[in-house]
């Protein structure tokens, strides 16, 4: 099992630019998550999806719009490209929301991405 | 709103040395609590959780944790670091069924030879 996987692993944006980051977990989760990481923030979660069919804004979403494509997929669209969106963004998954072996998310390795 | 706090933004230990990090967190509700590890170019691994029972929970490489319900508080501990625990570890919590993971800030370890 691949567990969860990104693309790409580096992307370099001009501001204005478009670009969508794509997920995908093989773990047939229900769950799944965006996160952007920034120094000394920690991960803030900018959108998720509960289960197939749903998403929901996160603590930070403004600038972004998700799809959740089918249970395997999950992607992140930055439609206009901004400095502050200079981040690493990170996937996650798990199978579901207060499931019996709880909560536990599992991460992909990331996305970096600067914009100029 | 739920909030996490490390306190220790940067730690550096000599090999051998004890390590704790310290983490509180804002929520009167039942929570699920958790310590991710983030290795230099690596993605985020849990390293252990606690859902429910015994307070004191182990979790892989000889890590530990107390979580101590009366002070908000689920606290990281070894006995004896290594080099190769130099990484950022976070400390998140997930208000139960929500399914949302609030984390800390991080604390980036580094452990000297």
């Known amino acids: 099992n691949a567990g969860v996987t990104q693309t790409p692993k580096f992307q370099v944006l001009k501001t204005g630019q478009s670009m969508t980051l794509q997920c995908a977990q093989d773990?047939?989760?229900?769950?799944m998550y965006w996160y952007r990481q920034d120094p000394g923030m920690g991960l803030r979660l900018i959108y998720y999806s509960a289960s197939e069919g749903t998403t929901d804004k996160g603590e930070v979403p403004n600038g972004y719009n998700v799809s959740r494509l089918n249970k395997r997929e999950f992607s992140l669209r930055l439609e206009s490209a901004a400095p502050s969106q200079t981040s690493v963004y990170f996937c996650?998954?798990?199978?579901?929301?207060?499931?019996?072996?709880?909560?536990?998310?599992?991460f992909g390795p990331g996305t970096r991405l600067t914009v100029l | 709103a739920q909030s996490v706090s490390q306190h220790n933004h940067h730690v550096i230990l000599s090999e051998a040395a004890s390590l704790e990090l310290g983490c509180n967190y804002s929520y009167g509700g039942t929570v699920n609590l958790f310590w991710y590890v983030q290795y230099p170019g690596q993605h985020l691994q849990l390293l252990l959780k606690y859902f429910s029972g015994d307070p004191l929970v182990k979790g892989i490489k000889g890590f530990e944790a107390e979580f101590i319900k009366s002070k908000f508080s689920f606290n990281l501990r070894k006995p004896s670091v290594q080099w190769s625990d130099t990484a950022e570890y976070f400390c998140a919590v997930n208000v139960r069924n929500t399914g949302k993971l609030i984390f800390g800030q991080g604390t980036t370890l580094q452990v000297k030879p």
């Open positions: 773990m047939n989760h229900n769950s």
């Open positions: 996650a998954s798990s199978e579901s929301p207060g499931a019996g072996v709880g909560d536990e998310q599992f």
